[in-house]
């Protein structure tokens, strides 16, 4: 086992759930203070920085957090802890095995070539907190670089390490709404339905109906030639908990909407007006915002000169790219796992990716 494998294991074997990245942050500060590389705990995310006067400099961003498992009886091998992280058919399984540890390894093994010399520019590797959930830790580390260096640079890129098979480079996103609805009725007893007016899970099927109806009313209206449609998802379902025999009197439905640039800010007013005063909408987390990088930018062009067929996408899941468009940093995404076996049970990354991801980002960092 190469250390690149050997890396990959130990992390793939720390459970990371997000909010819960502490062990892992630790183990890479270990890493860090074991192999003299310059880092520092910035609000629970990690960053090496190699800082070189440069006028120019590039940011490398890979997340430590996991969504869970799923369900734990589809899993072939253990997902996290001591018997996890099994190589076979050179595919390394477990929890974030692509998304997004391979890609932490890549970063600490490119850091290391320049624990000894010079960097031609100046270099940050950020490992942060909760991409999953609300982006809080790219957030975070954002306010702190703005602080203390933005203002040092005359050009700034940033690559997120997210999963795309080193074959393609992703230059933008939808925006994202996870949101919550509540349909209320009538509580009763369940052998005595005719005498309950409305009925709260009834409801959420007609308040289901109207939105699939509107959502592709509002795909049609708010279609963006370079992020494409708009989406509106049902993730879950539920209604007050109680014994099997008592309607309930309310019940509530989660929903993915993603996002155009002309669709994100009316999202919320076009519901109330679809949907009615008396449904109630409350936000599961904070809006994350659409981002496109220009594909003529510097960052992409450098790309396509190192990998001249490399493919130019738009990713159809959300990252924190928008984060760093908000304060007008280019930023794309690349980075070493498979794309297609994220979020799923089974997850791996094939290992070979590792190194060669590591390769490009030392390819970028010289032409850049």
């Given at each position: 086992m190469?250390?690149?494998?050997?890396i990959?294991k130990?992390?793939?074997q720390?459970?990371?759930y997000?909010?819960?990245?502490?062990?892992?942050a630790?183990?890479?500060?270990?890493?860090?203070?074991?192999?003299?590389l310059?880092?520092?705990?910035?609000?629970?995310?990690?960053?090496?920085k190699?800082?070189t006067?440069s006028q120019k400099c590039?940011?490398?961003?890979?997340?430590?957090?996991t969504?869970?498992e799923?369900?734990?009886?589809?899993w072939?091998?253990?997902?996290?802890?001591k018997e996890?992280?099994i190589?076979?058919?050179e595919k390394?399984?477990g929890?974030?095995?692509?998304?997004?540890?391979?890609s932490i390894?890549?970063?600490l093994l490119?850091?290391?070539?320049?624990?000894?010399?010079?960097?031609?520019?100046?270099?940050?590797?950020?490992?942060v907190t909760?991409?999953?959930?609300d982006?809080s830790g790219?957030?975070s580390?954002?306010?702190?670089?703005?602080k203390k260096?933005?203002k040092?640079?005359?050009?700034i890129?940033a690559v997120?390490?997210?999963?795309?098979?080193?074959n393609?480079?992703e230059?933008?996103?939808?925006g994202n709404?996870?949101?919550?609805?509540?349909?209320?009725?009538q509580?009763?007893?369940?052998?005595?339905?005719?005498i309950?007016?409305?009925q709260a899970?009834e409801e959420?099927?007609?308040l289901y109906s109207?939105?699939?109806?509107?959502?592709?009313k509002?795909?049609?209206k708010?279609?963006?030639?370079?992020l494409?449609?708009?989406?509106?998802s049902?993730?879950g379902i539920k209604?007050v908990?109680?014994?099997p025999n008592?309607?309930?009197?309310?019940?509530?439905?989660i929903?993915?909407?993603r996002?155009?640039?002309?669709?994100h800010?009316?999202?919320?007013?076009i519901l109330?007006e679809?949907?009615?005063n008396k449904?109630?909408i409350e936000?599961?987390?904070?809006?994350?915002?659409?981002?496109?990088?220009n594909?003529?930018?510097?960052i992409?062009?450098?790309?396509?000169?190192i990998i001249?067929?490399?493919?130019?996408?738009?990713s159809?899941?959300?990252?924190d790219?928008w984060?760093?468009?908000?304060?007008?940093?280019?930023a794309?995404?690349?980075?070493p796992?498979n794309?297609?076996?994220?979020?799923?049970?089974n997850?791996y990354?094939?290992?070979k990716?590792?190194?060669?991801a590591?390769?490009?980002y030392?390819k970028?960092?010289?032409?850049?």
């Open positions: 190469d250390l690149s494998q050997k990959l130990q992390l793939i720390i459970k990371s997000s909010g819960q990245e502490k062990k892992l630790d183990f890479i500060m270990d890493f860090c203070k074991k192999n003299n310059p880092a520092e705990n910035q609000d629970g995310n990690i960053i090496i190699y800082l006067n590039l940011i490398f961003n890979a997340h430590m957090d969504i869970n799923g369900d734990i009886n589809l072939h091998y253990p997902p996290f802890g996890s992280a190589i076979k058919d390394m399984y929890l974030g095995a692509s998304d997004d540890k391979a390894v890549s970063l490119t850091a290391l070539a320049f624990k000894d010399k010079k960097p031609p520019l100046d270099l940050f590797f950020v490992f909760k991409e999953e959930t982006g790219t957030h580390f954002i306010y702190y670089f703005k260096y933005l040092s640079y005359q050009e890129a997120l390490t997210e999963p795309t098979n080193n393609f480079v230059i933008g996103h939808r709404y996870f949101i919550k609805i509540i349909t209320s009725g509580s009763g007893h369940g052998a005595n339905p005719s309950i007016k409305k899970i959420m099927f007609v109207k939105m699939k109806l509107l959502g592709k509002l795909q049609k708010f279609f963006d030639k370079d494409g449609l708009p989406t509106f049902l993730t209604s908990n109680g014994p008592k309607i309930p009197s309310s019940c509530y439905s929903w993915d909407i996002t155009t640039p002309k669709l800010e009316q999202l919320l007013t109330k679809n949907l009615g449904i109630k936000l599961v987390a904070k809006p994350g915002s659409y981002a496109l990088t594909p003529k930018e510097k992409v062009q450098v790309f396509k000169k001249p067929d490399i493919k130019i996408k738009i159809i899941g959300s990252s790219i984060l760093f468009s908000d304060c007008e940093i280019h794309i995404s690349f980075g796992g794309k297609e076996k994220i979020h799923q049970e997850e990354v094939e290992v990716n590792i190194d060669k590591k390769s490009i030392l970028l960092i010289n032409v850049y």
